[in-house]
């Protein structure tokens, strides 16, 4: 499978991303979303140490 083309985004994750959004947590979202964008793109896997 070839990551760098497309990857599945369920709802449920983008729902999170809102809620941290209308929470005003942006940088929170910004991590949170670029976790899930590297880890369905490239397979990168945040370390144990990350929150997100």
Do not use: H, T, W
């Not at 499978?1 to 979202?29: C, T």
């Amino acid at each position: 499978m070839n990551y760098k083309q497309s990857f599945f985004l369920y709802e449920s994750v983008y729902a999170q991303f809102e809620r941290l959004l209308e929470a005003d947590k942006l940088e929170d979202a910004s991590c949170y979303i670029d976790a899930i964008m590297r880890y369905g793109l490239y397979g990168g896997v945040p370390d144990d140490e990350d929150e997100v």
